[in-house]
C-alpha cells in the first residue's frame, strides 16, 4: 500500500490492509472474487491483492526477518502489524511460501523484545508501551494458533507487564506507567 504518507510505515499500512482481507476470510488463494478499487476504478481479484501484498512484505524483510526499514520512525508498529498479516495469512492458508517469511518475522519480534517486559518503538530500546505490545502480542497469538514457534516465556514475561500496567480497582491500563491509567 502507498500513500500520501511517509514510505517507512508502508509495512505497516500493508499489513492492515492484508489483515482487512483476511478478517474477512479471503486468502492469496482466492480466484474469481472481485471488488472495485476506490482509488483506481479498476476492477481487481481479491486473491490476487493479497498475493500482491504479502509478496511484497517477503520481498521487504531482511535476512533477520525484520519487515521493512530498521531506521524507521516507530519501526515496531509497522513490524509487529506486518508479522500479524504474515501469521494470518499463514494459518489461514498452511502455504508453505509464506512459513518461513512468517516464523521469521516471529523470530524478529521476540528477538527486538526488551527483556522481562515488553516493546516500544524500537528494538530493546529499554522503554515500553501497551500500543505496540498489543500489537506484538496479536502477532504472538495469531503465530501460535497457526502452528508457528513462539516464545511462550516472551508471552508470559509480557502478560506479567501488562498486569503491572493494569489498575486493578478499575481494569484501566496504563500507556507507559500504571499512573497512566
Request: proline content about 3%; hydrophobic content about 40%.
Amino acid at each position: 500500500c502507498e500513500g500520501n504518507g511517509k514510505a517507512e510505515h508502508d509495512p505497516g499500512l500493508t499489513g492492515l490492509a492484508l489483515l482487512a482481507f483476511l478478517g474477512a476470510g479471503y486468502t492469496h488463494v482466492e480466484s474469481g472474487v472481485t471488488y472495485d478499487d476506490p482509488v483506481t476504478g479498476q476492477h481487481m481479484n481479491i486473491g490476487n491483492t493479497i498475493r500482491n501484498g504479502v509478496r511484497w512484505l517477503v520481498r521487504v524483510q531482511d535476512a533477520d526477518g525484520c519487515l521493512g526499514r530498521r531506521s524507521a520512525e516507530q519501526m515496531m508498529y509497522s513490524h509487529a502489524v506486518a508479522t500479524l498479516a504474515l501469521a494470518e495469512a499463514y494459518g489461514l492458508t498452511a502455504s508453505p511460501l509464506i512459513k518461513e517469511p512468517a516464523q521469521k518475522a516471529v523470530n524478529f519480534l521476540i528477538a527486538a523484545k526488551n527483556p522481562y517486559l515488553a516493546w516500544r518503538y524500537a528494538p530493546k530500546c529499554g522503554d515500553n508501551d501497551t500500543s505496540v505490545t498489543g500489537w506484538a502480542v496479536m502477532a504472538l497469538k495469531s503465530a501460535k494458533i497457526s502452528g508457528l514457534d513462539i516464545s511462550e516465556s516472551a508471552m508470559e514475561e509480557t502478560l506479567a507487564w501488562v498486569e503491572g500496567m493494569t489498575d486493578r480497582n478499575t481494569g484501566r491500563v496504563g500507556y507507559l506507567r500504571a499512573e497512566d491509567a
